[in-house]
């Protein structure tokens, strides 16, 4: 289950919220449980929803702030069936809205929409029960062209207002109002009549995804002034994130070995890169005894249809999928997401691996990541018609953020991902969480800081000196700095250059992670060349080179705790996190994220 409101709310935001002023009991308190438990058949409240239930019922405006599957439908509903009147429900879709509908009068709520599909008879039933003295209907959904273009709905808004029926407003996806949202819906805009037309009737706006800006612009084109706002962290609680580095042969018979112990007869969802990606692991699963069917664009609309209600009604439980698969998707028990493949940004992995766990229970997201993925994943990018050189850049940067987060050994999962939303995350509400804590913090004891800023430039060096004369890629330039011996290497003499081997002393992963972070603050750029079928990447000196030379800050990496840590340079700054620090504190209560090192790869992926 969700754990109680824990104070994760956004710190970087200036905005204030309001979920504290409506804790406490008051005279509805008792007949509102009562419909918790008896209409809706719920046992708890999750986070926020009590106290924006509260606010609602006191007729204050309301703005809510919560992701996807956090329950905010309840947060007007239930004061709709406590309020005397009509609420009326904007939202975008029609296919959100019928759903709506349908659960609601299957809970004896009387609701209804008039959507474009709904027949000229049913209208007229509608209209008839709006305009009783004591309206037949709870909640009335409409999308936001009706209430501008529809005569008749104005004059039964009308109606309703002046007979006093008007109970209140719900504006859902409320960032479709914007400009500045993701999801821009002109329509949306025509809303700021609401409040000029019932100036004393409330307001709820309810939106999964609002920067600051937005949520200005939507107040200020509602009109609405002393709003309360709800922000709930975007922190997903119950999700255990876990990030496993990908050997090619195993990983099916791991896939399949780990559906088998821990999933046997729960739903999930596995990623793929693409549909032959798709099709092979569903049958390779069914080969290792889990059985799996593949869901992508490149099978017919019906077949597609077909699976997915299968998986949807537990017929069977595993499906094999491509980023096709998820839109609109509302099934409260997935128990675990796997990405097979690398997603193509931290945001996205944040909506899949989201996927799972609606209904509060612990869940798991598991992504395997292998560095040959990514430059598959590069290529299919490359190769796409509608991707321009501009958009490349972009896909490109979303990519490394992502590489970045599967390198990164150290800092909290959830507040990597947290990061990237512009929520700044206190990691010791994951450490604390014994039973989803993620693997990094799970590891927290193994790990120790180790200063490369002397590497990081002698990298950087190497990179300026040889790119002069040739192509370089990554593995070369490791070769190189690590001192390696191979043929490729002695051959073309770059065993004389006085940096060969100067990071004999490192592995070639850990050189390779100091390379990525410089591509990363653009020291270095690479740049990608199709030979044929596959895509070279190689590297040269980037835009930002100079500036490491001249910053005095510290470029850190993690590493493995060793024992005989001799050829480290562990920092014992007060910034850093030692070996020492961590075993003298049990429960970590002393490290969150700010004490690291500014510099790290670990805290620079997510600037
Ligand atoms: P959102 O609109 O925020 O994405 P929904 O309102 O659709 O989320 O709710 C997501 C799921 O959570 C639904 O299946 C809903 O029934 C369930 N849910 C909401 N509130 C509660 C609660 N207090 N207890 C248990 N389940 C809940
Ligand atoms: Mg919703
Ligand atoms: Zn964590």
Redesign the pocket.
């Known amino acids: 289950t969700f754990t109680p409101y824990e104070g994760g709310k956004s710190k970087s935001h200036s905005r204030t919220d309001n979920t504290l002023e409506f804790r406490k009991v008051y005279p509805h308190t008792d007949v509102m449980n009562e419909v918790l438990h008896g209409k809706f058949g ?5 986070p926020n ?1 009590e106290e924006i239930i509260n606010a609602s019922l006191e007729q204050h405006d309301c703005f809510v702030l ?9 947060c007007y509903q239930l004061p709709a069936v406590l309020t005397p009147g009509v609420t009326v429900v904007i939202s975008p879709l029609r296919a959100l809205i019928s759903d709506q509908v349908d659960k609601l009068n299957a809970l004896d709520i009387p609701s209804a929409h008039m959507c474009a599909d709904v027949k000229k008879s049913e209208i007229d039933v509608i209209m008839a029960k709006l305009a009783q003295m004591e309206p037949g209907i709870k909640l009335l959904y409409l999308t936001p062209e009706k209430i501008v273009a529809s005569r008749n709905t104005c004059d039964m808004l009308q109606g309703l207002h002046k007979r006093g029926k008007l109970a209140r407003f719900v504006i859902d996806e409320v960032h479709c109002l914007s400009q500045w949202g993701h999801d821009f819906r002109p329509d949306y805009k025509q809303l700021s009549c609401l409040r000029r037309n019932y100036p004393k009737v409330p307001i709820m706006c309810l939106t ?1 995804t609002a920067t600051k800006l937005v949520q200005e612009d939507v107040l200020n084109i509602l009109n609405i002034r002393n709003v309360k706002t709800f922000i709930r962290s975007f922190n997903r609680p119950n999700i255990k994130y876990q990030v496993l580095s990908k050997t090619a042969k195993i990983v099916t018979s791991d896939i399949a070995n780990l559906i088998k112990s821990k999933f046997h007869r729960k739903s999930g969802i596995v990623y793929c890169l693409c549909r032959n990606d798709c099709d092979t692991l569903a049958k390779d699963l069914s080969n290792f005894g889990v059985r799996a069917k593949a869901y992508h664009a490149g099978m017919s609309g019906s077949s597609r249809e077909k699976v997915q209600r299968e998986w949807m009604n537990d017929i069977f439980h595993v499906i094999v999928a491509t980023i096709a698969f998820g839109m609109g998707i ?1 099934k ?1 028990d997935v128990r675990y997401v796997i990405h097979n493949s690398v997603p193509k940004s931290v945001e996205a992995f944040y909506q899949e691996s989201g996927r799972a766990g ?3 229970e612990t869940s798991y997201s598991y992504l395997f990541y292998s560095p040959g993925d990514v430059i598959r994943l590069k290529k299919l990018i490359q190769m796409d018609r509608n991707t321009t050189k501009k958009t490349l850049e972009g896909h490109f940067e979303n990519l490394q953020q992502m590489e970045q987060y599967c390198d990164n050994k150290i800092d909290c999962r959830r507040y990597l991902q947290l990061m990237h939303l512009g929520e700044k995350f206190d990691r010791n509400i994951c450490l604390k969480n014994k039973a989803t804590a993620c693997d990094n913090c799970e590891n927290i004891k193994n790990n120790q800081i180790m200063d490369v800023t002397k590497e990081s430039r002698q990298l950087a060096q190497l990179v300026k000196e040889m790119a002069t004369r040739e192509n370089l890629t990554m593995l070369h330039i490791v070769d190189v700095y690590k001192g390696s011996k191979i043929k490729k290497i002695i051959d073309r003499r770059h065993d004389k250059h006085s940096l060969y081997g100067a990071g004999s002393h490192m592995s070639k992963n850990d050189i390779h992670r100091v390379l990525k972070d410089l591509l990363f603050k653009k020291a270095l750029k690479d740049h990608c060349v199709l030979t044929g079928e596959f895509p070279i990447v190689y590297v040269k000196p980037g835009p930002n080179m100079q500036s490491l030379y001249s910053t005095n800050s510290k470029v850190t990496i993690s590493v493995e705790k060793r024992t005989n840590s001799k050829a480290l340079n562990v920092t014992n700054s007060s910034t850093s996190l030692t070996p020492d620090d961590l075993s003298s504190t049990s429960d970590y209560q002393s490290y969150t994220p700010d004490d690291q090192p500014s510099t790290s790869n670990a805290s620079s992926a997510t600037s």
């Not at 919560?66 to 309840?74: E, H, N, Q, R």
């Open positions: 719920l046992q708890n409240y999750r929803q919560m992701p996807t599957g956090g329950g905010k439908s309840l999964a509302d409260p609606r209904d509060g």
